[in-house]
């Protein structure tokens, strides 16, 4: 069975400062791998995902990550924080293309500090 | 195209009655998964409807169930309310006919609180 881990339930970053978040997967196959953040009372919305192909993902609102096979990492990065960036970041795992269950971690709160 | 539409967006109701949540995909997309999210436990996968067939479970009691109608709506029932079960239940649906389609997306979810 697959699983993530998303080392540290709070991150607070300043302004400007590089924003990372930690994901760690555990999978016996080639896993697809999503990043979703979540803003207040909202629904989740998709940052980037990884299935296939090239190993450094690059998603929406300047946010990207990498499939780093031998470290099973994916963690989510930002060159520069910005304060619409607060929000819950949840890491994702399916085990493979058509089994739609997908597992979550516990979500990183990404706080920026002005 | 419009997104995952989910009604009601707030509910309240009593331990013992039963609700029913609705959701509507995106347009083509004949996947809906159903998902439960608290603080507790965090987001948890509740089960998967395609072309009208439940397709994948998660662990929940049998008092959760679902189903899906031909143009893709789905629906969850809860049966017996429990103070437990109140939590955000987020709708998502894809189009996984290949890798590069196999993303879920999420409605803005329903809010139950079970008094």
């Known amino acids: 069975a697959q699983s993530v881990t998303q080392l540290g339930s709070h991150v607070s970053v300043s302004e400007g400062a590089l924003v990372l978040l930690r994901c760690n997967y555990s999978?016996?196959?080639?896993?697809?791998l999503f990043w979703y953040v979540q803003y207040p009372n909202q629904g989740l919305q998709l940052l980037l995902k990884?299935?296939?192909?090239?190993?450094l993902v690059k998603g929406i609102n300047g946010f990207e990550a990498e499939f780093k096979k031998s470290e099973t990492s994916f963690h989510l990065t930002k060159p520069s924080a910005h304060m619409s960036d607060a929000a819950e970041y949840f890491c994702?795992?399916?085990?493979?293309?058509?089994?739609?269950?997908?597992?979550f971690g516990t979500g990183t709160r990404l706080t920026i500090i002005p | 195209k419009a997104g995952v539409t989910q009604t009601p967006r707030y509910l309240i109701k009593t331990r013992g009655q039963q609700v029913t949540l609705s959701c509507s995909p995106i347009?083509?997309?004949?996947?809906v998964s159903w998902y439960q999210q608290t603080p507790g436990q965090g987001l948890q996968f509740l089960f998967e409807?395609?072309?009208?067939?439940?397709?994948n479970k998660g662990n929940f009691p049998g008092r959760f169930s679902g189903r899906q109608f031909s143009n893709s709506r789905s629906e969850m029932n809860v049966s017996t309310l429990e103070l437990g079960d109140s939590a955000l239940y987020l709708c998502?649906?894809?189009?996984?006919?290949?890798?590069?389609?196999?993303?879920?997306?999420f409605g803005p979810g329903t809010r139950l609180t079970v008094l």
């Open positions: 998502a649906s894809s189009l996984p006919e290949g890798p590069s389609t196999d993303t879920q997306y």
């Open positions: 999978s016996s196959v080639p896993p697809y």
């Open positions: 990884y299935t296939t192909g090239a190993t």
């Open positions: 994702a795992v399916i085990q493979n293309f058509g089994n739609e269950k997908l597992t």
């Open positions: 347009s083509g997309h004949r996947s």
């Open positions: 409807y395609f072309s009208e067939t439940q397709r």
